[in-house]
Nanobody, 124 residues
Framework: QVQLVESGGGLVQAGGSLRLSCAASGRPFSWYAMAWFRQAPGKEREFVAAISRSGGSTYYPNSVKGRFTISRDNGKNTVYLQMNSLKPEDTAVYYC?????????????????WGQGTQVTVSS
């Protein structure tokens, strides 16, 4: 198993930036494809970004492409989400997720391990 702990959330004005981190422990971090999801009140969990085990492939939905960047440091067992040009509609709890699969998935069901989430609030 792998344990995931997110950090870096907070309150930011529209147009600002935040960098989320997700620290992993347990099995070797490089075994896992990693992803970020978010969930706003009353809405379903939404895919935000995914990165392959080596970091060589990334995947974003159109809603964040060009504004968000996912990266990982396998030496530090950490995955990051750099969020720029934030909008009020980016407000949500952000979760990191991990899976042993080689393929990158945009579906929450494709990930077996989840962190507890970190709140991101973007004010207008």
């Amino acid at each position: 198993q792998v344990q995931l702990v997110e950090s870096g959330g907070g309150l930011v004005q529209a147009g600002g930036s935040l960098r989320l981190s997700c620290a992993a422990s347990g099995r070797p971090f490089s075994w896992y494809a990693m992803a970020w999801f978010r969930q706003a009140p009353g809405k379903e969990r939404e895919f935000v970004a995914a990165i392959s085990r080596s970091g060589g492939s990334t995947y974003y939905p159109n809603s964040v492409k060009g504004r968000f960047t996912i990266s990982r440091d396998n030496g530090k067992n950490t995955v990051y989400l750099q969020m720029n040009s934030l909008k009020p509609e980016d407000t949500a709890v952000y979760y990191c997720a991990a899976d042993l699969s080689i393929a990158l998935s945009r579906e929450a069901s494709g990930y077996d391990y989840w962190g507890q989430g970190t709140q991101v609030t973007v004010s207008s």
